[in-house]
């Protein structure tokens, strides 16, 4: 660690930071990260004993995943690499650590992690749909006086919006930020440093360059990053206020004539995450 001598430093002397107290803590997890669907890297908050962090015995998962193999990192000693049984896509696990020792010889007892392996799809055209959107925001509405457009994943697909792109008339936004788009769940999409306005309303990504929506009327296109439409829309009109939204976001019709303005006397968003059906 850096010196606490106000000098600096200590040559010629005891260091500073001396302690030779007994190590009397066990290791705890730290974090652990998802590789794949059959490997999970496990970091501890301390340099491991070898012998014990390789006994795949001393690490369980629930929902019958076993754990085939442990191996210490050769560089990092406080990381573990687990190899695992299959792994679905979308479900929390839980991994237990026991008998885990670090060089003081200090067992970890019941350590526990939760985790998720998620497997994303590519969308499909209408997998994810144009569900909402406030064109002309009011300072007298109890909504956020910001523009927004809602997202749906009509799907059972774990979808991942980075690179996707928003448009209108006018031109294109910049590219989305990592977010995957979990199925059946909703996420609002505003202009970068109006996320503070939304977060209590459900799921939030900022936009560069958000397209500015015209009052009178525009199209709303939404492309992934392989440059597909995934899903558009027009208007010819907006309320002040008040958002247009989606009215059944199953389909078929995607059109126009699916959409109409808010029956919700606050003007919509009356919601918290994630966000429910539209009124």
Do not use: M
């Amino acid at each position: 660690g850096t010196s606490t001598d106000p000098d600096g430093g200590t040559p010629g002397a005891q260091n500073a930071i001396f302690d030779d107290t007994p190590d009397t803590t066990a290791p705890s997890i730290s974090s652990i990260s998802v590789i794949s669907a059959t490997e999970l890297d496990v970091t501890f908050d301390e340099t491991l004993e070898e012998t014990s962090a390789e006994t795949a015995a001393n690490y369980t998962v629930d929902g019958g995943v076993t754990v085939s193999a442990a191996a210490r990192d050769e560089s990092d000693n406080a990381l573990v690499h687990l190899t695992v049984s299959t792994l679905l896509s979308g479900e929390i696990r839980t991994l237990t650590v026991n008998g885990v020792e670090d060089l003081s010889g200090n067992p970890t007892s019941d350590a526990i992690i939760d985790f998720e392996y998620i497997e994303t799809e590519t969308a499909a055209v209408n997998d994810v749909v144009i569900n909402e959107f406030l064109a002309a925001p009011s300072a007298t509405s109890t909504i956020p006086n910001a523009e927004y457009i809602e997202v749906f994943n009509r799907s059972d697909k774990f979808i991942d919006l980075s690179s996707w792109t928003l448009s209108d008339a006018a031109g294109s936004s910049a590219a989305f930020g990592t977010f995957i788009l979990r199925p059946d769940s909703f996420l609002i999409l505003t202009e970068t440093d109006n996320g503070s306005l939304f977060t209590s309303y459900g799921d939030v990504l900022e936009v560069n360059n958000f397209p500015s929506l015209n009052n009178g009327g525009d199209s709303i296109i939404l492309t992934n990053a392989s440059a597909t439409i995934i899903h558009e829309t027009a208007y010819t009109s907006s309320s002040s206020g008040i958002s247009t939204e989606l009215i059944n976001p199953n389909g078929p019709d995607y059109s126009a004539h699916n959409y109409g303005t808010s029956t919700e006397p606050v003007g919509c968003l009356l919601f918290t995450s994630p966000s429910p059906r539209d009124s």
